[in-house]
Structures are given as C-alpha cells and as structure tokens.
C-alpha cells in the first residue's frame, strides 16, 4: 500500500457555476489536504480523503467571495469544511475512471461522481513518484442546501443550480516510513 499526499502548488480544486445565465463564474478553494492510499496493483482499490477549508473559496472578487463565505452560501462559520472520502472507483479504460463518493458540505452529505483521467506515475527530478489526475463532475447546489437565489426580470435565475466540478491535483508519494499528512 502507498500513500500519495496532494502538491498544494500544483493543484485546483474549483467550480464553475452559471451567472445570470449569460455566463460563468469559476471559483477555486486555496486550502486543501487529500491523501490517496492505493495498492499499484489494484488502483480500484484505492481511498481518497480530501478536506477543504471552505472559507478559501477565492474566484478573484473580493466582495464575492465575501458572499460566498457567509449564510448566504457557504456559511463557513457554522459549516468550515468540505470533505470528500471515496466510496468506489471504477475503471472505464486506459487511464479513464470514475470515482464515486461521499461529499460532505454545508452540512449535508450526499453522493457525488467525478470522471477523468488519472496520468503518470512518473519521477519528478528530485526521484520523488507523483501522479496527476483531471477529473470532472456536476451536482445540484439545492441538494446541499445552497438554495441562495434571486429571479431575473427576463427568466431564469443569478446564479447557477448546476454546479460543475473541475479537480487537477498532482500528487506525490509519501516514501516508504515518512509519515503522510491525513486529510
């Protein structure tokens, strides 16, 4: 069993989400811990632990981020975290998988699925093994209880249901008798 601990600095953990369904806003959260634990010869196998600190939601406006930290949205006062833990990872070819899990946020948790591409491993030039995933998926922000909305004069709404979820992480290795940051 091999323990991967996420590369922070070469990782997003975003959204994208409609606005006034004219366009669409992208979001990321700057704080994140995840631990991938897998046996190489059984990637199915594997567990997934990832930990956001909400209140780093950051789309590049100051006063909208404001709001999406508050009880408007995030509530990350009562709510601080958004966690992830695998319950299934299916192979779909090649390097292609579908990981299914348990999404923990604003205090609901309910299952949610991501699919993409899993690359590597590969040695970086320091001799340390990391892999690299992009994975996509979508979910209903009501099914959490993130039901903030204002109608628009013309139809539809300010923002978005539909959440799209936008992961590249890279991942290193924890060598063999170092101890891996859980998440």
Do not use: C
């Not at 975003?14 to 190489?40: D, L, Q, Y």
């Not at 604003?106 to 994975?135: C, F, M, S, Y």
């Amino acid at each position: 069993m091999s323990t991967y601990n996420i590369d922070v600095a070469h990782s997003r953990i975003g959204f994208a989400v409609k606005h006034m369904v004219i366009s669409t806003v992208r979001g990321k959260f700057n704080e994140v811990t995840s631990t991938v634990n897998v046996n190489e010869e059984q990637p199915e196998a594997a567990q997934i632990n990832v930990e956001i600190n909400a209140a780093t939601v950051d789309t590049g406006v100051e006063f909208r981020d404001n709001d999406l930290r508050s009880n408007n949205f995030f509530d990350v006062e009562q709510y601080p975290t958004i966690s992830f833990k695998s319950t299934q990872i299916e192979p779909l070819g090649g390097s292609e998988y579908r990981i299914t899990g348990d999404l923990t946020m604003h205090g609901v948790t309910k299952p949610v699925a991501v699919t993409g591409v899993v690359e590597g491993p590969t040695k970086d030039p320091w001799g340390n093994d990391r892999v690299g995933v992009e994975l996509v998926g979508r979910l209903s922000r009501k099914d959490w209880g993130l039901t903030y909305n204002a109608a628009l004069e013309t139809g539809g709404m300010v923002v978005g249901d539909e959440v799209r979820l936008e992961i590249d992480a890279e991942y290193t290795k924890v060598p063999e008798g170092a101890t891996a940051t859980q998440a």
